[in-house]
């Protein structure tokens, strides 16, 4: 079981029930759960929709997957007429190398993420929500699945949801292994059981989306806030955060720290706090060389960058990277950049489809040139190359996994040149072996 | 004889399976969990299956091993009982995922994607799997272990082993 940690700088909005047994449906309304889609409801049937994309734009949330778009603007963008049903859609395709909140989501507070689908639903008027989770995540899928059944079984779901004239469906469904598939058209040619091949865009989602009906798309992160928004209060829930960053993170902290985990800091946390105060700082009294801070497909960051760095979309993307899914990645001065770059670029090539050349052949010699790189064959020419490569990747493809192999492995060369320097002429690595870690800590 | 006896799948699956496609507006959805609830039950994706999976859903046998194709958690060969999937995804590896790799390889005889001796076990290093917090982090079929060192291997094994043993009464 995934270890749940604290502390006291957290501001508990979506991890709030964790660990408090709310997966049990009537735990869960104990907990004020299903409060927030009747609130809803009690706006009558003409109101609501306009309400709640009012309380969602108010609120600043935005989208927890990566691109921070806002949630609220996002259905609006959802026709009000429509030929074809509508559909909502969640996406726990969690794949981004660093990130594990939504596991804990699906673990602990499953009904949040069905009251946030069914939020999403009355808003734009669809009757049907599905569930994506990643294959990996059975026993996840399992949790969901009952809670889902509970909610039909209590009638919470079906044909009139909470007496009212709304109607509302949930089904779950499961992937089968390809990180590609978090991407929201791949995800939906995923579910319509075919190759999780991107869609060429426009048109959005919105407007032509799953089964040709007007789609939201949302991470489950995202999802699972709307109850909190709608609960507590579009306002109440954008002061948490920072200007235009409304609300909460789940921070995931991995890598070299001494307390990792997944904690949830309001909008515009200092990173360095993040790292030294939260985490509990550098494994083994280290010295910090670098940090991901936003899943794998994000720049790194030095030191020197994160001092007095908000985590929030905008500011992060200023400092030239993004904030990404959430994924803080803290790698300590023992830890060798070029293989760090290999071990990253191994996944895109691993991951990307096939479909967009650029990217296909992209990580595949970015993979290439890297390996050779770190087992000491490189050449300084090869350094250049593979900055080269890497731009000529930079929005080249259809889907965002072409920028998300370039843009770190732009990073590493910008950022570590002298350690790619270092690896050349036949040297070995100046670094031990990442395992080596464990065993020379006192 | 019932379409239930003729199926390749247990009377389980194969009314699972009934239900499934029933669940959405396009029967074809229930293409992927299919496929991966079919290898849950035989091991892989036999072409057996692939062929009543076409049938049930109306699709070409190419369409369908098209699609399975593309996934990677899908086989098309037996694995051991248990495949144990070490992720060595950076998060993990930060924490020294391949020290445990190596000592999965050094317990098991095998390497990436090999078939322990047994058939009890095989090995695979897989890409995040979603527990980056509590690295290193395996999956033996679909249960997590985190925050492993390689001390924790030989445990983990013997456990499996003897779910293994008590399974087939030796």
């Given at each position: 079981?995934?270890?749940?940690?604290s502390?006291p700088?957290?501001?508990k909005i979506?991890?709030k029930?964790?660990?408090?047994?709310?997966?049990n449906i009537?735990?869960?309304?104990e907990l004020?759960?299903?409060?927030?889609v009747?609130?809803?409801?009690a706006?009558?049937?003409?109101a609501?929709?306009?309400?709640?994309i009012?309380?969602m734009?108010?609120s600043?949330l935005?989208?927890r997957?990566g691109a921070?778009?806002?949630t609220?603007?996002?259905?609006?963008?959802?026709?009000?007429?429509?030929?074809?049903?509508?559909?909502?859609?969640?996406?726990?395709?969690?794949?981004e190398?660093?990130?594990?909140?939504d596991?804990?989501?699906?673990?602990?507070?499953?009904?949040?993420?069905?009251?946030?689908?069914?939020?999403?639903?009355?808003?734009?008027?669809?009757?049907m929500g599905?569930?994506y989770?990643?294959?990996?995540?059975?026993?996840?899928?399992?949790i969901m699945e009952?809670?889902v059944?509970?909610?039909y079984?209590k009638?919470?779901?079906?044909?009139?949801?909470?007496?009212?004239?709304?109607?509302?469906?949930v089904?779950?469904?499961?992937?089968?292994?390809?990180y590609e598939v978090g991407?929201?058209?791949?995800?939906?040619?995923?579910?319509e059981?075919?190759?999780?091949?991107?869609r060429?865009?426009?048109?959005?989602?919105?407007?032509?989306?799953?089964?040709?009906?007007?789609?939201?798309?949302?991470?489950?992160?995202?999802i699972?806030s709307?109850?909190?928004?709608i609960?507590?209060?579009?306002?109440?829930?954008?002061a948490v955060?920072?200007?235009?960053?409304?609300?909460t993170?789940?921070?995931?902290l991995?890598g070299?720290?001494?307390?990792?985990?997944?904690?949830?800091?309001?909008?515009g946390?200092?990173?360095k706090?993040?790292i030294?105060?939260v985490?509990?700082?550098?494994?083994?009294?280290?010295?910090?060389?670098a940090v991901?801070?936003?899943?794998?497909?994000?720049?790194?960051?030095l030191?020197e960058?994160?001092?007095?760095?908000g985590?929030?979309?905008d500011?992060?993307?200023?400092?030239?990277?993004?904030?990404?899914?959430?994924?803080?990645v803290?790698?300590?001065?023992?830890?060798?950049?070029?293989?760090f770059a290999?071990r990253t670029?191994?996944?895109?090539?691993?991951?990307?489809?096939?479909?967009?050349?650029?990217?296909?052949?992209?990580t595949?010699?970015l993979?290439?040139s890297?390996?050779?790189?770190?087992?000491g064959?490189?050449?300084e020419k090869?350094?250049d190359?593979i900055r080269?490569?890497a731009?000529?990747?930079?929005?080249?493809?259809?889907?965002?996994?072409?920028?998300?192999?370039?843009?770190p492995?732009?990073?590493?060369?910008?950022?570590f040149r002298?350690e790619?320097e270092?690896?050349l002429?036949?040297?070995?690595?100046p670094?031990?072996?990442q395992?080596a870690?464990?065993?020379?800590?006192? | 004889?019932?379409?239930?006896?003729?199926?390749?799948?247990?009377?389980?699956?194969?009314?699972r399976f009934d239900?499934?496609?029933?669940?959405?507006?396009?029967?074809?959805?229930a293409?992927?969990?299919m496929?991966?609830?079919?290898?849950?039950e035989?091991?892989?994706?036999?072409?057996?299956a692939?062929?009543?999976?076409?049938?049930?859903?109306g699709?070409t046998e190419?369409?369908v091993?098209?699609?399975?194709?593309?996934?990677?958690m899908?086989?098309?060969?037996?694995?051991?009982?248990?495949?144990?999937?070490?992720c060595?995804?950076?998060?993990?590896?930060?924490?020294g995922?391949?020290?445990?790799l190596?000592?999965?390889?050094?317990?098991?005889?095998v390497?990436?994607k090999g078939?322990?001796?047994?058939?009890?076990f095989?090995?695979?290093?897989?890409?995040?799997?979603?527990?980056?917090?509590?690295g290193?982090?395996i999956?033996?079929?679909y249960?997590?272990h985190?925050?492993?060192?390689p001390?924790h291997v030989p445990?983990i094994?013997?456990?499996?082993r003897?779910q293994?043993?008590a399974?087939e009464?030796?």
């Amino acid at each position: 079981m995934p270890r749940l940690v604290s502390h006291p700088d957290e501001v508990k909005i979506v991890s709030k029930r964790f660990g408090m047994g709310a997966a049990n449906i009537d735990r869960y309304i104990e907990l004020g759960g299903y409060e927030a889609v009747k609130k809803c409801i009690a706006q009558g049937p003409e109101a609501c929709p306009a309400w709640i994309i009012n309380e969602m734009k108010a609120s600043n949330l935005r989208g927890r997957g990566g691109a921070g778009f806002p949630t609220g603007l996002k259905w609006s963008f959802v026709p009000k007429q429509s030929a074809k049903p509508k559909y909502v859609l969640v996406n726990g395709d969690e794949s981004e190398p660093g990130t594990c909140k939504d596991h804990l989501i699906f673990l602990h507070d499953p009904h949040a993420v069905i009251e946030g689908t069914m939020i999403a639903g009355l808003a734009v008027g669809a009757k049907m929500g599905f569930i994506y989770l990643r294959g990996e995540y059975r026993y996840l899928l399992t949790i969901m699945e009952k809670a889902v059944a509970d909610a039909y079984a209590k009638g919470f779901l079906g044909k009139n949801i909470f007496g009212s004239e709304h109607e509302f469906q949930v089904v779950t469904q499961t992937g089968a292994g390809a990180y590609e598939v978090g991407e929201e058209s791949a995800l939906m040619e995923s579910l319509e059981g075919k190759r999780g091949i991107p869609r060429i865009r426009p048109p959005f989602p919105a407007v032509v989306g799953l089964y040709g009906g007007p789609t939201i798309i949302n991470n489950a992160e995202t999802i699972a806030s709307v109850p909190a928004v709608i609960s507590m209060g579009a306002a109440a829930y954008a002061a948490v955060g920072t200007e235009r960053n409304g609300g909460t993170r789940l921070f995931c902290l991995s890598g070299h720290v001494e307390r990792p985990g997944v904690y949830e800091l309001p909008m515009g946390y200092n990173l360095k706090k993040m790292i030294y105060e939260v985490g509990g700082g550098i494994r083994g009294g280290r010295k910090l060389k670098a940090v991901v801070p936003g899943g794998s497909s994000t720049p790194v960051l030095l030191p020197e960058e994160i001092e007095n760095l908000g985590m929030d979309f905008d500011q992060v993307g200023k400092a030239g990277s993004m904030l990404g899914s959430g994924g803080v990645v803290v790698i300590d001065d023992q830890t060798c950049m070029v293989e760090f770059a290999l071990r990253t670029i191994s996944f895109y090539q691993h991951e990307s489809c096939g479909w967009c050349i650029p990217c296909r052949e992209g990580t595949d010699w970015l993979k290439k040139s890297l390996t050779r790189f770190h087992a000491g064959f490189g050449t300084e020419k090869d350094i250049d190359n593979i900055r080269y490569l890497a731009e000529n990747m930079m929005g080249r493809t259809f889907c965002p996994l072409g920028d998300a192999a370039a843009m770190p492995t732009l990073g590493f060369v910008k950022k570590f040149r002298k350690e790619f320097e270092d690896h050349l002429n036949g040297k070995p690595c100046p670094f031990a072996k990442q395992g080596a870690v464990e065993l020379t800590v006192v | 004889m019932s379409a239930e006896t003729m199926s390749v799948f247990s009377p389980k699956l194969a009314r699972r399976f009934d239900a499934l496609v029933e669940k959405y507006p396009v029967k074809r959805s229930a293409l992927v969990p299919m496929l991966l609830y079919a290898q849950d039950e035989i091991g892989y994706v036999s072409d057996a299956a692939i062929t009543e999976i076409a049938d049930r859903l109306g699709l070409t046998e190419l369409d369908v091993k098209n699609v399975a194709s593309y996934y990677s958690m899908l086989r098309f060969k037996p694995a051991g009982r248990f495949n144990i999937q070490v992720c060595t995804n950076i998060s993990c590896m930060l924490r020294g995922a391949y020290d445990v790799l190596d000592r999965f390889q050094k317990e098991l005889g095998v390497g990436n994607k090999g078939i322990a001796k047994d058939g009890v076990f095989s090995l695979e290093e897989v890409e995040c799997i979603g527990a980056c917090c509590w690295g290193p982090a395996i999956q033996v079929n679909y249960d997590f272990h985190d925050e492993l060192t390689p001390d924790h291997v030989p445990g983990i094994l013997s456990g499996y082993r003897g779910q293994a043993k008590a399974k087939e009464g030796f």
